[in-house]
């Protein structure tokens, strides 16, 4: 079983539109939770970290439930610039980072 | 741009042959990690330094794989023999680990390694 799982998509959504991605983690001792943004060709972004409280950042909102296993994000108004793949990272052993395999957003005007 | 800065960018390569890739992390940053990306996934950790020791290695990090860290500073990963399969984007990262702080890791743009 993969450390980290992904709905790989697409997602295909109209500009202003409200999306939401969600991703789950095998291991219930991982400590510390990620969300990367990787445009087609390019480096892994950092976008949010995930607290256990959940946290947002302008039109992002990132969620954690720990008794899930499972991590999500929200993004409203989508915007053009959005398209994306969205990678899930969790963190074990403070050492070790496990990222999904990405899920891809296509945002359409 | 991250600051992490990863040379060269593309490398073409004949099966059999050795290539050398290197990173320079930002400059305060105590931990560097190795990372292969495929196609259509994410990246799979490879072998990560804090300082200049080599505390991990992954299991995909066959005999044929090396990575140092000499100063503690810039990273170079070696494959001896390439091998198509080892055709990938080879990702580095790094990040400044602190007592209570979290591992937040911020990627170079990548060496896209090609072995034909």
């Known amino acids: 079983r993969k450390e980290v799982e992904q709905d790989p998509g697409p997602f295909n959504v109209p500009e202003g539109a409200t999306v939401a991605f969600n991703c789950t983690y095998s291991?219930?001792?991982?400590?510390?939770f990620f969300w990367y943004r990787q445009d087609c060709r390019k480096e892994p972004k950092l976008l949010m970290s995930?607290?256990?409280s959940g946290n947002e950042d302008g039109r992002f909102t990132a969620q954690l439930n720990r008794a899930s296993q499972y991590i999500s994000l929200l993004i409203r108004d989508s915007k053009l610039s959005d398209s994306a793949t969205y990678l899930c990272v969790v963190n074990k052993d403070f050492n070790k980072f496990y990222f999904g395999s990405g899920t891809k957003l296509n945002v359409k005007p | 741009d991250t600051g992490v800065s990863q040379d060269p960018r593309h490398k073409i390569t004949k099966r059999g042959q050795n290539v050398t890739f290197r990173c320079d992390p930002i400059?305060?940053?105590?931990?560097l990690y190795w990372y292969r990306q495929t196609l259509g996934q994410g990246p799979e950790f490879l072998t990560y330094?804090?300082?200049?020791?080599?505390?991990?290695k992954s299991r995909l990090l066959s005999d044929r794989f090396s990575a140092e860290r000499p100063k503690g500073s810039f990273s170079t990963l070696e494959i001896q023999r390439t091998e198509q399969g080892d055709s990938a984007m080879y990702l580095c990262?790094?990040?400044?680990?602190?007592?209570?702080?979290?591992?937040?890791?911020?990627f170079g743009p990548g060496t896209r390694l090609t072995v034909l």
């Open positions: 291991n219930s001792a991982s400590q510390s």
């Open positions: 400059s305060e940053h105590n931990r």
């Open positions: 990262a790094s990040s400044l680990v602190e007592v209570g702080s979290t591992d937040t890791q911020y």
């Open positions: 995930v607290y256990s």
């Open positions: 330094f804090q300082n200049e020791a080599q505390l991990e």
